[in-house]
């Protein structure tokens, strides 16, 4: 059954400009949906918008909006005139690599804005109309950072995490009432924001970084069927020995070491 017949005609990507976010937007085209595309950067997402209508002869809207704002939702809310959110990808993310006491408080609060109170506010906003329905679907993108402790990466790790247990719980709430909701947990994947950060190759055995195409195709397949996912079979190997065979000490302590080591902390 494609998309358009499950959930309904409209995706709107929230973080859409590069990255993740493009990846999704370009999957939902092929499939047939026309798109909201959020983001800052103007000129990113009408390029995007204006490839994507081209390639698919689909309907492409930009919202240009700093998701870390308190009245972001409202914002989009306001863009959209009336028009109903079929399927809402939330992609957009803020992080922070270094000690967390270095970090200013005011970029703290962009990370928590944008990172776990606008996707709080989106999917009560987006999904009430859905349940009404009887249909639609809603993807939060989580992060292996989010499974355990993450030395150096401390304030968006805890974000993730909130993100993975806001959908799972959601899932289970919704999943009697037409609407689908899945947490998609990537590792390491090819987009801009990763590749400058400039990381250290990682060691021999740690999972391939991933293309986003992947992570987007697998979180599709998995989305109606299961609460949450992790893309990609050598992150979910990597997940079972952390979780369920290494202390979590042990874990949070492999976690901290590794992201020092690439980063050179």
Not at 184 to 209: D, H, L, Q, S
Request: proline share 4%; hydrophobic share 45%; aromatic share 10%.
């Amino acid at each position: 059954m494609s998309l358009t017949h499950r959930y309904g005609r409209l995706a709107l990507i929230a973080g859409a400009s590069e990255g993740l976010g493009a990846a999704f937007a370009r999957f939902l085209a092929s499939e047939g949906m026309d798109l909201v595309l959020v983001a800052r950067r103007k000129e990113p997402l009408e390029q995007l918008a204006e490839a994507l209508t081209g390639a698919f002869g689909i309907k492409a809207y930009c919202i240009c909006c700093d998701l870390s704002d308190a009245y972001a939702t409202q914002s989009v809310q306001t863009e959209l005139a009336g028009r109903e959110v079929d399927l809402l990808v939330y992609n957009a993310a803020l992080s922070y690599i270094g000690p967390f006491e270095k970090n200013s408080q005011e970029h703290h609060q962009r990370i928590a804005g944008t990172n776990m109170i606008t996707p709080l506010r989106m999917m009560q906003v987006f999904g009430a109309p859905m349940l009404e329905r009887g249909k639609g679907a809603m993807v939060l993108m989580s992060s292996l950072a989010g499974f355990q402790g993450s030395g150096f990466l401390a304030a968006y790790a805890a974000t993730k995490a909130f993100n993975r247990v806001l959908a799972e719980s959601l899932w289970y709430e919704w999943k009697n009432r037409g609407v689908d909701v899945i947490s998609c947990c990537a590792g390491a994947t090819a987009t801009p924001n990763f590749i400058n950060t400039n990381p250290e190759k990682a060691r021999f055995f740690a999972p391939r970084v991933q293309e986003p195409s992947e992570v987007v195709e697998e979180c599709f397949r998995r989305l109606g069927k299961q609460p949450s996912c992790i893309t990609g079979r050598g992150n979910r190997f990597a997940t079972f020995i952390m979780q369920k065979l290494m202390p979590r000490k042990m874990a949070i302590t492999l976690m901290g070491d590794t992201t020092r080591k690439m980063y050179r902390l």
